[in-house]
């Protein structure tokens, strides 16, 4: 996983070096329980895998916005009634991340236009 994210933040570097763009990078979302154990993960690999990320994220200069502890039961799973089918989030749960981007969304808009 490490190289993937790797790679992807080597060319955002390459793209934007002479930019003032900020880059974020959104945690792994969570996923019903149905899902983890159909593909054989679990919760401690979706926190681990958003911890490196983190860190990647630190290591790089980038955003790292952690929307997994926000969403699902408070165990890092989904509900039925917070997704469709174990992975695709329903409405309300895209409001909650909405929620939690619009502190970074909304300052940087302010802050060109002031």
Request: one cysteine or more; glycine letters at 10%.
């Amino acid at each position: 996983m490490r190289g993937r994210y790797s790679d992807l933040m080597n060319a955002l570097d390459d793209e934007f070096e002479d930019s003032d763009t900020e880059i974020y990078f959104l945690s792994l979302l969570p996923v019903g329980a149905g899902v983890i154990d159909h593909y054989g993960l679990s919760v401690d690999w979706f926190t681990e895998t958003n911890a490196s990320l983190k860190e990647m994220c630190e290591e790089n200069g980038y955003t790292f916005i952690n929307v997994f502890d926000t969403l699902g039961n408070g165990s890092g799973t989904l509900t039925d009634d917070q997704c469709i089918d174990g992975i695709h989030l329903k409405g309300e749960q895209y409001e909650r991340i909405k929620e939690i981007l619009d502190p970074y969304v909304l300052d940087d808009a302010d802050s060109e236009d002031g």
